[in-house]
């Protein structure tokens, strides 16, 4: 059929309908295309048609839109037209699993059976789980791609401080695995800020724990009123509480969170033992013993002056001059003690004072060790607000207590007589305002006390026994610690000793 003779047929056709009378609905064109291959009859050229009369006035026919029929080329290729109507649509590449579509509830499925396959228990699986349905119930019918940080900030007001992060941390993992499998091009909740928890937190008073003690008698697990004296007695949080085993008793006392030294003395050689589990028990008993002789008081300073460990590191060896030493075990069980002592005494100060200043003083035998200390403590307390870590890149420490002022120095870095001028220059703005001033040091392990102009000068004894080292040199010294008031106008007006021969039974 030539294009002439297909543009009269259509052409009539068009005008057939639009004299069609109104109501007429006109059923709708199939175009055949016929391959060429076929053999076409000649067109015969249609009959002419007879308008029909014209309808009633009463009834009027509205005008049809006439109908535009596209024209081919006139050297358009009927096999050209076959093609784009016979081909068929690409077919994606086969994958292991069907694409997720556009919305986040859909990808949430595929996501909860990755993380299923990376080998979490089943509490941390249901812990994720909340999170994963909170995140659904919010943002599952947003597309995935389509998600802004302003949505996800939106979202975590919803809920606590706490939650949030954890929600968090979990859309940032949706979107980790969603751009690892091609759902997604940017993680939206990379640019979201963690939300900050507001530093409350109340104490528990005795009132509330005893409420507690009683209901935890009526439940069926023995176990919860152990625990809670367990929690009194020690101080420690659940976590540690947790972990606690039958082989952390000792010697009838339990190794709480936080211990020390690590020196070995053999009492044939120094008049006394000394070891890992003999320090914690003198530490920890020697400190609550003067908490609660002490005069009440507002504020506390835990003045750890150094040489709290007795090595720096898995070699026991003095730092600086390399001298052996004689050490009691490995130094991850010299550190693990020498925290649960420091926790305990920090824990017993705060049943009495509001506030408590810790000081963890480099020392010649724990140069290294005393900075760990001190980064770790102020974080583990940085959310108490009762709790300040002195800080001091230098081994010279200063604290204020109104027109007092009391220094601190270990003494393996400048002799006692040199302290008040060093503390002057060091420290001038706290020299000016105060008329009390008070250096704290030790080293020496035996007691010292001179008074120079302008400040007094305190040496301090040790606790501990006499090593080898010591024993053989022929130092002799008394065991002691002492605690001291001072007063913020008056300076020092108390004091309370204690020595190891105090906590033996009577």
């Given at each position: 059929m030539t294009a002439e003779a297909l543009a009269g047929v259509l052409e009539s056709i068009a005008f057939a309908i639009r004299s069609l009378p109104a109501g007429v609905q006109a059923a709708p064109a199939i175009a055949h295309v016929i391959p060429a291959q076929a053999s076409v009859p000649a067109p015969v050229p249609p009959a002419p048609i007879q308008a029909p009369p014209a309808p009633a006035p009463s009834a009027p026919e509205p005008e049809p839109a006439p109908a535009v029929e596209p024209e081919p080329e006139p050297d358009a290729d009927p096999d050209d037209l076959d093609d784009d109507l016979d081909e068929e649509p690409e077919q994606p590449a086969a994958t292991d699993r069907a694409p997720a579509s556009d919305s986040m509830a859909a990808w949430l499925k595929t996501f909860r059976s990755i993380i299923g396959e990376r080998g979490y228990s089943a509490q941390t699986l249901k812990n994720r789980g909340t999170c994963i349905n909170f995140i659904a119930h919010q943002l599952g019918k947003r597309p995935l791609r389509a998600i802004k940080p302003h949505e996800i900030a939106t979202v975590l007001k919803l809920c606590s401080p706490h939650k949030a992060g954890r929600v968090l941390m979990e859309l940032r993992d949706v979107y980790v695995e969603a751009i690892a499998n091609g759902e997604a091009e940017t993680n939206p909740a990379a640019h979201v800020k963690k939300p900050s928890a507001p530093g409350l937190r109340k104490r528990l008073t005795l009132e509330t724990w005893q409420a507690m003690l009683t209901k935890a008698k009526t439940s069926n697990q023995q176990w919860l009123p152990l625990m809670l004296l367990l929690g009194l007695h020690t101080g420690q949080r659940r976590a540690d509480l947790a972990k606690m085993r039958f082989d952390d008793v000792v010697d009838g006392h339990l190794r709480v969170t936080d211990c020390h030294v690590g020196m070995l003395a053999w009492h044939k050689e120094g008049g006394a033992d000394w070891d890992v589990s003999i320090a914690e028990r003198t530490l920890t008993g020697c400190f609550s013993h003067m908490v609660e002789a002490a005069p009440r008081a507002a504020s506390c300073v835990i003045a750890q002056l150094g040489d709290f460990l007795h090595s720096d590191g898995l070699q026991p060896v003095t730092p600086t001059s390399g001298h052996v030493l004689d050490q009691d075990g490995r130094f991850s069980k010299i550190?693990?003690?020498?925290?649960?002592?420091?926790?305990?005494?920090?824990?017993?100060?705060?049943?009495?004072?509001?506030?408590v200043f810790v000081l963890m003083a480099e020392g010649n035998h724990d140069l290294a060790s005393s900075v760990w200390l001190r980064c770790m403590f102020k974080a583990l307390y940085e959310n108490e607000p009762r709790v300040t870590v002195i800080e001091s890149e230098l081994p010279y420490y200063v604290h204020q207590h109104g027109s007092t002022m009391i220094g601190f120095h270990h003494g393996h870095m400048k002799r006692n007589d040199d302290l008040p001028l060093l503390?002057?220059?060091?420290?001038?703005?706290?020299?000016?305002?105060?008329?009390?001033?008070?250096?704290?040091?030790?080293?020496?392990?035996?007691?010292?006390?001179?008074?120079?102009?302008?400040?007094?000068?305190?040496?301090?004894?040790?606790?501990?026994?006499?090593d080898a080292y010591a024993a053989r040199g022929g130092w002799l010294a008394e065991r002691q610690a002492t605690a001291m008031t001072f007063h913020e106008r008056f300076g020092l007006v108390a004091r309370n000793t204690v020595t190891p021969e105090m906590l033996e039974p009577a």
């Open positions: 550190v693990q003690a020498a925290i649960r002592v420091l926790r305990s005494i920090v824990t017993t100060a705060l049943t009495r004072h509001r506030r503390f002057a220059a060091q420290f001038p703005r706290v020299w000016g305002s105060t008329v009390k001033r008070y250096a704290h040091t030790g080293h020496r392990h035996h007691h010292e006390e001179k008074e120079h102009s302008g400040m007094t000068v305190i040496q301090h004894p040790t606790l501990a026994a006499r």
